[in-house]
T-cell receptor, first 116, second 112 residues
Framework: DTGVSQDPRHKITKRGQNVTFRCDPI?????LYWYRQTLGQGPEFLTY????????KSRLLSDRFSAERPKGSFSTLEIQRTEQGDSAMYLC??????????????FGPGTRLTVT | GDSVTQMEGPVTLSEEAFLTINCTYT??????LFWYVQYPGEGLQLLLK?????DKGSNKGFEATYRKETTSFHLEKGSVQVSDSAVYFC???????????FGSGTKLNVKP
């Protein structure tokens, strides 16, 4: 069990560029979550997948943000036309199939995005 | 909408002191409540949870009781150690665990 991994760990981009982040959850986990965390704040929920289905999206997720989980395994989060306000840590978490453990999220190390 | 409010930090204590970190919540349904911890240089990890009113979650000497009447889930530990220095996040999840809401975090510094 290698845990939740995220790639890249750091991304610096210029305003207006598109960026894509990848999350690989723990292999048997069917639930996958994306969060955004800014300095001094807690994680803000962005979206949730159960297998390949995107079941929840936050109002925070503007039309410049899109997430996919095409085969129910890894997920990508794309931000189009980045803005300086998008600078944050983007966290991915996954949790298991069994009802008894479906609440226990395992977090990845995050991707830190800096928009210049 | 649902939300979590927790006390601002940092909280600085001496080793073996008693710890309380306050957390209150607003929810329309019957949420589950959690405390997560983030040690320096590490990712968030679940510390404890409670899924219904009057449940007490406990782990590593930390405890929190789900109080529906006061909409609270305060974190307590009787005797903190230097190794407990971390940021603590209170969180709630809607009944089906499809969406989680986190507080802003409370940084705890424990001095020897």
């Amino acid at each position: 069990d290698t845990g939740v991994s995220q790639d890249p760990r750091h991304k610096i981009t210029k305003r207006g560029q598109n960026v894509t982040f990848r999350c690989d959850p723990i292999s048997e986990h069917n639930r996958l979550y994306w969060y955004r965390q800014t300095l001094g704040q807690g994680p803000e929920f962005l979206t949730y997948f159960q297998n390949e289905a995107q079941l929840e999206k936050s109002r925070l997720l503007s039309d410049r943000f899109s997430a996919e989980r095409p085969k129910g395994s890894f997920s990508t989060l794309e931000i189009q036309r980045t803005e300086q306000g998008d600078s944050a840590m983007y966290l991915c978490a996954s949790s298991g199939v069994r009802e008894a453990s479906s609440y226990e999220q395992y977090f990845g190390p995050g991707t830190r995005l800096t928009v210049t | 909408g649902d939300s979590v409010t927790q006390m601002e930090g940092p909280v600085t204590l001496s080793e073996e002191a008693f710890l309380t970190i306050n957390c209150t919540y607003t929810a329309t349904g019957y949420p589950s409540l959690f405390w997560y911890v983030q040690y320096p240089g590490e990712g968030l990890q679940l510390l404890l949870k409670a899924t219904k009113a009057d449940d007490k979650g406990s782990n590593k000497g930390f405890e929190a009781t789900y109080r529906k009447e006061t909409t609270s889930f305060h974190l307590e530990k009787g005797s903190v150690q230097v190794s407990d220095s971390a940021v603590y996040f209170c969180a709630l999840a809607e009944g089906n665990f499809n969406k989680f809401y986190f507080g802003s975090g409370t940084k705890l510094n424990v001095k020897p």
